[in-house]
């Protein structure tokens, strides 16, 4: 996001006599498209929320603030690294209906409030309840159980398998790092970009944390990328913002080099990490737009692409190719907002006198779009994938669709069913207790997480729940929730409106052709007119 700042001085307030003071220390920005965020300068955080009124509301952290995920292993593996778990709280889904838990197993819940489930007859742990697991292969219940054509799984076997460590590199060597963790990202720039061959990189990665002794089996480097992902994306340092409609996936930042003189050799080292994580089979805590992924595939951007990410932009746009834009007086330029100054940027030479028409929109509207996502980052850009392809060839990333690359870099997430359906909305004659919803929650819950993640990229552009679940769900307009409609007729497929969170669902006539319905809809959902 472009920012405009308050002229006046960190914590003086610029809202009158009649509003108290920010915090010193506090500064308050705005985004391009008006939106006020916050910055504290002490903790070198931003947020969303006004810190005068934490005391009314509590406020949501940036992810630097967010405490560590805890971890759940195998006890057969090593331990079970949960220091505090309670007994099952009321709060939890109610899946009575699935009937008991099988013999043998238990259900707990984690201190961070997500529960999860004990096998004690192979002393093995699982965040996925095993009654999900039967219940989907019960043809009582959800008919016969549909396999998932896209098949992620089986790309990832084959990407997996391509991977392999360089020939002559010896099994047992280590690339160590000595961090310090109140400074992870300057310590982890040096380190990783000090390494002159790249390949090295590929070696088992062993992490040691100053003043903290300890067996580096996976768990360590796993806290570095989780740890690492949260100051890298901070849009704090300038090199990432957040995207016009939310407040949790992100963008990189086109004037990236007015924060930072050296912004292109820590696009290098951010897409060097990136490569890390994919190539060690780690995860990033951060999510990013959709063009995003495309450009790592050097994919087409669309108008479509544009929807969930710049909503008026969108709007605009649409109009122009529904009508005759001439009257409008509208030229090949665009005003850019460069820290409170509008600085006007040609899109092809001499723009600014060249008349948007009827015969030359199209071409116009191309440009908009290539400069909204990609002109104006590209060195970033060229700079992140240049040190993601050291680790990671570009004809194997290719055999993966943009939604599939999300899922390679940030993983599944954890979707929390329950709170999904009481954040939703219902609209036309629908309700949480009709029929066909009573269906889809069916469906929700009998999908496989990746199914459930692909259904929640169809509806909302993105896979990425807010930090403080479905209630802080953005749309276009602020907060919106997931929204389902009715619309149609049992002969069409589900469309999606991502810019609103919404999907038209058609009143089916019987689960099963909601069910096959939902899952073409998800599987095809660039092609057919499915999502706007």
């Not at 006004?50 to 593996?77: G, L, V």
């Not at 990328?225 to 901070?234: A, D, G, P, Q, R």
């Not at 980052?377 to 599939?404: A, H, P, Y």
Request: hydrophobic share 35%; with cysteine.
């Amino acid at each position: 996001m472009s920012v405009r700042s308050e002229s006046q001085p960190h914590g003086q307030s610029n809202l009158g006599a009649e509003i108290e003071a920010l915090p010193p220390g506090w500064e308050m920005r705005y985004t391009e498209g008006g939106r006020p965020f916050y910055i504290d300068h002490n903790t070198r955080t931003t947020s969303w929320h006004d810190p005068r009124h934490a005391a009314a509301a509590s406020p949501q952290p940036h992810r630097s603030m967010m405490p560590r995920a805890a971890t759940i292993t195998s006890p057969a593996a090593g331990t079970l690294d949960t220091p505090q778990v309670r007994q099952r709280a009321g709060s939890n889904p109610d899946l009575s209906h699935l009937g008991p838990l099988p013999s043998g197993w238990e259900e707990r819940v984690h201190a961070d409030g997500r529960t999860f489930f004990i096998d004690h007859n192979t002393k093995n742990t699982t965040w996925e309840d095993p009654r999900l697991s039967r219940a989907f292969q019960n043809a009582a219940l959800a008919g016969p159980a549909v396999p998932y054509s896209r098949d992620y799984k089986r790309k990832y076997e084959y990407f997996r398998s391509k991977l392999r460590r360089p020939a002559n590199m010896p099994q047992n060597q280590k690339f160590e790092m000595k961090l310090h963790r109140n400074s992870i990202l300057e310590d982890s720039y040096r380190t990783i970009m000090a390494c002159k061959k790249a390949d090295n990189l590929k070696a088992k990665l062993w992490i040691d944390f100053e003043g903290e002794k300890g067996l580096d089996y996976g768990g360590v480097a796993r806290e570095w990328f989780y740890l690492l992902s949260h100051e890298m994306f901070n849009p704090y340092y300038g090199l990432f913002e957040y995207s016009a409609n939310d407040n949790y996936t992100l963008q990189i930042n086109p004037n990236s080099g007015l924060c930072n003189e050296d912004h292109l050799s820590y696009f290098k080292f951010i897409g060097r990490v990136a490569g890390m994580a994919v190539y060690h089979g780690k995860l990033l805590d951060a999510f990013f737009i959709r063009p995003f992924y495309k450009m790592m595939l050097k994919k087409h951007i669309t108008l479509k692409d544009m929807e969930s990410v710049d909503s008026e932009y969108y709007n605009s746009l649409v109009w122009i190719t529904e009508n005759d834009p001439e009257d409008l007086d509208l030229r090949f330029c665009v005003e850019e907002d460069q820290f409170g100054q509008m600085v006007t940027k040609d899109l092809k030479p001499n723009g600014e006198d060249i008349l948007v028409t009827n015969s030359n929109k199209k071409e116009y509207i191309d440009l908009v779009i290539k400069w909204r996502f990609s002109s104006r980052v590209q060195e970033q850009m060229k700079s992140l994938m240049e040190g993601f392809n050291e680790l990671v060839q570009q004809d194997l990333l290719s055999i993966f669709d943009e939604r599939e690359v999300e899922l390679l870099m940030c993983g599944l997430g954890d979707i929390d069913v329950n709170d999904w359906r009481k954040h939703t909305a219902y609209r036309g004659d629908y309700s949480d207790k009709h029929p066909i919803i009573q269906w889809f929650w069916k469906a929700v819950i009998l999908m496989d997480p990746e199914t459930r993640v692909r259904l929640l990229q169809f509806v909302t552009g993105t896979s990425r729940v807010p930090m403080n679940g479905f209630a802080e769900l953005w749309g276009s307009n602020g907060p919106q929730k997931f929204t389902i409609e009715k619309w149609g007729n049992p002969d069409q497929l589900p469309r999606a409106h991502t810019c609103f969170n919404r999907v038209d669902l058609p009143p089916y006539r019987s689960f099963q052709e909601l069910w096959d319905k939902l899952k073409i809809a998800i599987e095809n959902t660039e092609g057919f007119e499915g999502v706007d």
